[in-house]
């Protein structure tokens, strides 16, 4: 953060010599020149030295002075510590890490089925426009906050983001709730400065002082090497955090080939189990067309309605290795929920004529078509123009 001292302030000595408006005034002059005929007349030097109400008003100046400085440092640490915060979530948000990309491995869980959070994470996922711009507003906030100048335009695009962000936890049980309103506290402390000009801006008549500027370095030769160090110690931070954010997600490439889609089964060489809530063979499965890593997320749904969830990795050999368990049930922990050995299957996708897969493997011997209905989120795409069956709201 750059840092400036001010003005050096009026000496004593300059001061407006009316009564009240220094420590001493301006004496007149002494004219000797009855004494001695022809001499100029000379003024007499005053002297404050030992003069009680002279050193009174340098020490509430000093103390002053302290008081302004320690406040603006108690200022500036928490417009650093928010700017780390909005950076940390504004990267997080524009390397489309923290939501993640919605694609079609994760297709089959049903409405219903969903935690109120896990709706809010896909809504968001889907769109990587609204994901991204989320990011730059917090990105952009933290680099306002970083220079003094900017500092309340910084502090509030961070209060409204955070506004938002706090009503979204609210809405949709995020457990984060505490942490969007702490931030959402800090901006607002960081405007109160500046909140006198803006009330008076909208509820006051006449001219509006001038704002205020943090100054964490009254001393002009100090002031000068900060005011070089600052930017550059703020513009490393920004780079910092954006690349150690970049590197803490799995790196994302895109892979439609077999078996990404979603898939409903058309044929099955297993017998149906007497009862249909006892029938484990499969309904439908869904493989995801992006890649974190080596792994592609993979939802698989049985003929008794149990969904399995998990990942599956692409072999050199051309078959795949699905890893998958139960969703996470309700007041599951995640410790609890992690600690679960997923089942695994290998599994060989041979793409046929018709476009179907037939799939071989471990107790497994069927055929999967395209499921269209199933995929109408991923396929329906953007248009810029109004379709014939607009609005499609189903």
Same mark, same amino acid.
Do not use: C
């Given at each position: 953060?750059?840092?400036?001292?001010?003005?050096?302030?009026?000496?004593?000595?300059?001061?407006?010599?009316?009564?009240?408006?220094?420590?001493?005034?301006?004496?007149?002059?002494?004219?000797?020149?009855?004494?001695?005929?022809?001499?100029?007349?000379?003024?007499?030097?005053?002297?404050?030295?030992?003069?009680?109400?002279?050193?009174?008003?340098?020490?509430?100046?000093?103390?002053?002075?302290?008081?302004?400085?320690?406040?603006?440092?108690?200022?500036?640490?928490?417009?650093?510590?928010?700017?780390?915060?909005?950076?940390?979530?504004?990267?997080?948000?524009?390397?489309?890490?923290?939501?993640?990309?919605?694609?079609?491995?994760?297709?089959?869980?049903?409405?219903?089925?969903?935690?109120?959070?896990?709706?809010?994470?896909?809504?968001?996922?889907?769109?990587?426009?609204?994901?991204?711009?989320?990011?730059?507003?917090?990105?952009?906030?933290?680099?306002?906050?970083?220079?003094?100048?900017?500092?309340?335009?910084?502090?509030?695009?961070?209060?409204?983001?955070?506004?938002?962000?706090?009503?979204?936890?609210?809405?949709?049980?995020?457990?984060?709730?505490?942490?969007?309103?702490?931030?959402?506290?800090?901006?607002?402390?960081?405007?109160?400065?500046?909140?006198?000009?803006?009330?008076?801006?909208?509820?006051?008549?006449?001219?509006?002082?001038?704002? &205020?500027?943090?100054?964490?370095?009254?001393?002009? &030769?100090?002031?000068?090497?900060?005011?070089?160090?600052?930017?550059?110690?703020?513009?490393?931070?920004?780079?910092?955090?954006?690349?150690?954010?970049?590197?803490?997600?799995?790196?994302?490439?895109?892979?439609?080939?077999?078996?990404?889609?979603?898939?409903?089964?058309?044929?099955?060489?297993?017998? &149906?189990?007497?009862?249909?809530?006892?029938?484990?063979?499969?309904?439908?499965?869904?493989?995801?067309?992006?890649?974190?890593?080596?792994?592609?997320?993979?939802?698989?749904?049985?003929?008794?309605?149990?969904?399995?969830?998990?990942?599956?990795?692409?072999?050199?050999?051309?078959?795949?290795?699905?890893?998958?368990?139960?969703?996470?049930?309700?007041?599951?922990?995640?410790?609890?929920?992690?600690?679960?050995?997923?089942?695994?299957?290998?599994?060989?996708?041979?793409?046929?004529?018709?476009?179907?897969?037939?799939?071989?493997?471990?107790?497994?011997?069927?055929?999967?078509?395209?499921?269209?209905?199933?995929?109408?989120?991923?396929?329906?795409?953007?248009?810029?123009?109004?379709?014939?069956?607009? &609005?499609?709201?189903?």
């Amino acid at each position: 953060m750059s840092t400036s001292g001010p003005r050096p302030e009026t000496s004593d000595a300059t001061a407006d010599p009316r009564p009240g408006t220094s420590s001493w005034a301006a004496a007149p002059p002494t004219d000797t020149a009855d004494d001695e005929p022809g001499r100029a007349a000379e003024p007499s030097v005053p002297d404050d030295r030992g003069d009680p109400a002279a050193d009174y008003s340098a020490e509430k100046r000093m103390g002053r002075l302290v008081a302004v400085t320690l406040a603006w440092w108690a200022h500036g640490g928490v417009r650093l510590l928010l700017a780390v915060a909005m950076l940390y979530y504004g990267f997080a948000k524009v390397w489309l890490g923290q939501f993640g990309v919605t694609g079609s491995g994760d297709a089959l869980i049903a409405f219903g089925e969903m935690s109120p959070m896990g709706l809010l994470w896909r809504m968001v996922a889907f769109s990587p426009l609204f994901q991204v711009l989320a990011g730059v507003a917090e990105v952009g906030a933290a680099i306002a906050l970083l220079w003094r100048r900017s500092a309340p335009l910084g502090a509030t695009i961070a209060a409204a983001s955070m506004s938002l962000v706090l009503v979204l936890n609210l809405g949709y049980d995020v457990p984060v709730k505490q942490g969007a309103l702490l931030w959402l506290v800090l901006a607002l402390i960081v405007l109160i400065p500046w909140m006198p000009r803006v009330a008076r801006a909208f509820l006051g008549r006449g001219p509006i002082d001038p704002s &205020p500027l943090p100054t964490l370095i009254p001393w002009r &030769p100090v002031a000068r090497v900060t005011n070089v160090l600052g930017p550059i110690a703020g513009l490393a931070l920004v780079v910092l955090i954006g690349v150690v954010t970049a590197q803490m997600y799995p790196s994302r490439m895109l892979d439609e080939s077999t078996p990404a889609g979603v898939w409903t089964v058309v044929e099955d060489t297993a017998e &149906p189990a007497a009862q249909l809530s006892e029938d484990t063979r499969w309904q439908s499965f869904a493989y995801d067309e992006h890649v974190y890593g080596d792994r592609a997320p993979a939802q698989l749904r049985l003929a008794d309605g149990t969904l399995l969830v998990g990942m599956g990795v692409r072999n050199p050999d051309g078959t795949v290795t699905l890893s998958m368990t139960p969703p996470r049930e309700e007041g599951q922990r995640v410790a609890d929920f992690l600690s679960i050995t997923p089942t695994e299957i290998v599994l060989t996708f041979t793409e046929q004529a018709d476009g179907t897969l037939h799939v071989t493997g471990e107790g497994v011997d069927l055929v999967l078509a395209p499921d269209e209905d199933g995929s109408v989120l991923f396929d329906r795409g953007f248009s810029w123009s109004i379709r014939p069956d607009d &609005p499609f709201n189903r």
